[in-house]
């Protein structure tokens, strides 16, 4: 079976500060990595993805997640963050061999402070 | 393309009443997720479609939830009786023909008192 570990459950910053957001995994399988963000009162909106290929992976709005394997890792990181990041941040894993289905870690809280 | 809808937004009613949930997914997406969030926590799938039929359904409670996905569009949730337990977040999510490309509604808030 696979599990998510997010290991902190809240994580105040100011703007313009660099974060980062920790995810570990555990899974017997090759599994499909992603990242998604809840605002408030919102459904889960696709930040990015790692499938193969480069271990490093971008979103259009500045966030970028290192996959790896040796760690069982999928960190999420920005250099600076604006207000409008403060949301709810959910690691998931999916198995490469099975219907997709999602497993979601536990979320993270990112809050921007001015 | 418009997106997964889903209603209603909020719900609130007394343990040991019904509820149902629907989900409108976004047209020609084979596969239909529903997912649970109970607050604090992240998200946890009951039940996946694959058109009319039921691919996943191993962590829907099915004493007391149901849920149907007739000519495999719309979809509806349902749970009977509702326990105290059941407060969460329902979120709704499609794709096409189960590839990687989840689309999720807003989802529907239960509260149960």
């Known amino acids: 079976a696979q599990s998510v570990t997010q290991l902190d459950s809240q994580v105040p910053v100011f703007e313009e500060a660099p974060v980062e957001l920790r995810c570990n995994y555990s899974?017997?399988?090759?599994?499909?990595l992603f990242w998604y963000v809840q605002y408030p009162n919102q459904g889960l909106q696709l930040l990015l993805k790692?499938?193969?290929?480069?271990?490093l992976v971008e979103s259009i709005n500045g966030f970028e997640a290192e996959f790896n394997k040796s760690q069982t890792s999928f960190h999420l990181r920005k250099p600076s963050v604006h207000i409008s990041d403060t949301a709810e941040y959910f690691c998931a894993v999916t198995r490469m061999d099975s219907s997709y289905k999602l497993i979601f870690g536990s979320g993270t809280r990112l809050l921007v402070r001015p | 393309e418009a997106g997964v809808a889903q209603s209603p937004r909020y719900k609130i009613i007394e343990k040991r009443q019904s509820v149902a949930f629907w989900c409108n997914p976004i047209s020609g997406h084979a596969t239909l997720y529903w997912y649970q969030q109970i607050l604090g926590q992240g998200p946890k799938l009951l039940i996946q479609?694959?058109?009319?039929?039921?691919?996943?359904d191993s962590q829907l409670p099915k004493d007391r939830f149901s849920a149907e996905r007739l000519k495999g569009v719309d979809s509806t949730l349902k749970i009977q009786p509702a326990k105290l337990e059941d407060s969460a977040v329902y979120l709704c999510?499609?794709?096409?023909?189960?590839?990687?490309?989840?689309?999720f509604g807003s989802g529907t808030r239960l509260t149960v008192v």
């Open positions: 479609f694959q058109n009319n039929g039921v691919v996943d």
């Open positions: 790692y499938l193969s290929g480069s271990t």
């Open positions: 899974s017997s399988v090759s599994v499909y």
């Open positions: 999510a499609s794709s096409p023909d189960q590839n990687l490309g989840y689309t």
